[in-house]
């Protein structure tokens, strides 16, 4: 693959858009300006009926010539976040140029969802957003991180003000379509609440060739016309599984997550970090990928040889009550997640403190483990167990 820099690109944009016609030669325009990575299958976004590319842009761009290069490319779904800090003000120095072209998709700060956060506080929230992202809508605004206790209970999405906030915005022109995200462990209950009682037109799941029980979620949403777009695809590489030490070993590992979700055919959509041009062009170079090849089963077992027994999956519970110790194995295992994965060394110290003495990890590393029958993927929990006692017992 060609590396792509901003000189390069601003040379070849420049030189494709001297050349391009206003409508039929953008196209053409498109691919010499980004080497010919484009997005090659588009797919319908659920009800709201947006023609969108199997591979859409997520945060990470402090360059507003990556987006350039990204919206050129054929990118038209741009996932964004109040979270992320100054992200949407980058979006909003490239939006207007695109602005028709482009699916903004928004979300609020997960700590403003509240039950008791008003109507008029998420309004003037929407309101800063449109500000720094240069625009008068967006065309979803979510709500962000559902299914998370750091941020609460169902309670919180259960507040009537949300609503009522959507509603407005709707009328105003300020939002087209609402929505929500999770990758959370309660993702299946709380995801299911805002499906069966028909508050989101399109949700955003974290998924990977390693996740499972996340299904009957995406065909509820399915048979509602829900669209449902696929996140968190990388928080396996993005880990510390060891999995970067296989990039341009055997593989592209990287590559190989996301043709799993295209080939899966469970998501319109899949939205996935590009801080640089070169990711940009990496991850477009598998757009249109609709199944897998032998070679990529391969390297996809390659990665789950190296993880597939420390990883413990999202949403899953089978484990619950197979200690007769009472540790709680799964929350433990997310608290390691936060200090090690989410870097949220505090917040995964904090959360371990918490637990009781006598259910804290300690008494594993002398254990049988007979809890380890009931997961069923092999995960080493003894050992994981321990590791993260040894890690959130640090403070
Ligand atoms: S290793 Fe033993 S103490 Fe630790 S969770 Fe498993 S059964 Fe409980
Ligand atoms: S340790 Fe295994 S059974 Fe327990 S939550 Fe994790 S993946 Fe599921």
């Not at 919180?156 to 300020?174: C, F, M, S, T, V």
């Not at 009781?356 to 069923?376: F, I, M, T």
Request: with cysteine.
């Amino acid at each position: 693959m060609t590396k792509v820099t901003r000189r390069t690109f601003v040379q070849t944009s420049t030189a494709a858009a001297a050349g391009a016609a206003i409508s039929g030669g953008q196209a053409a325009g498109r691919a010499a300006a980004t080497d010919g990575a484009t997005i090659k299958r588009f797919k319908t976004l659920g009800r709201t009926g947006w023609k969108v590319g199997d591979i859409s842009g997520g945060s990470g761009q402090t360059d507003p010539g990556v987006l350039e290069y990204m919206f050129q490319a054929g990118i038209n779904l741009i996932d964004t976040g109040q979270q992320y800090v100054g992200h949407e003000e980058i979006i909003g120095k490239v939006l207007p140029k695109w602005r028709s072209k482009m699916f903004v998709l928004d979300k609020w700060d997960p700590p403003l969802i509240t039950p008791t956060v008003t109507k008029s506080a998420l309004l003037e929230a929407l309101d800063v957003s449109l500000k720094k992202l240069n625009t008068t809508y967006v065309d979803c605004m979510a709500l962000h991180a559902i299914g998370h206790p750091r941020y609460g209970g169902l309670d919180r999405i259960q507040n009537p003000a949300i609503y009522e906030a959507w509603d407005e915005a709707k009328k105003l022109g300020k939002i087209r379509f609402t929505g929500a995200s999770s990758h959370g462990p309660r993702v299946i209950e709380d995801m299911s609440w805002g499906i069966d009682n028909n508050r989101f037109d399109l949700i955003l799941v974290g998924a990977n060739f390693l996740t499972h029980g996340i299904e009957p979620v995406l065909k509820k949403a399915r048979a509602k016309n829900i669209a449902t777009i696929a996140m968190k695809t990388m928080t396996l590489y993005t880990s510390d599984l060891n999995i970067r030490a296989l990039q341009g070993q055997h593989t592209n590992a990287r590559q190989a997550c996301l043709k799993w979700v295209l080939a899966s055919g469970l998501f319109d959509t899949l939205v996935v970090r590009m801080p640089s041009y070169d990711t940009a062009a990496e991850y477009l170079a598998v757009s249109g990928t609709t199944t897998l090849q032998p070679a990529d089963r391969a390297r996809l077992n390659l990665i789950a040889e190296h993880i597939g027994t420390d990883y413990c999956r999202p949403g899953c519970d089978a484990c619950l009550g197979a200690c007769p110790r009472d540790v709680p194995i799964a929350d433990i295992l997310r608290y390691r997640m936060y200090f090690e994965n989410y870097r949220e060394q505090k917040l995964g110290i904090e959360k371990y403190q918490k637990l009781p003495a006598a259910r804290r990890a300690a008494s594993c590393a002398g254990c049988q483990a007979p809890c380890e029958a009931s997961c069923p993927y092999g995960v080493g929990i003894r050992r994981r167990l321990s590791g993260a006692h040894q890690m959130l017992s640090l403070a």
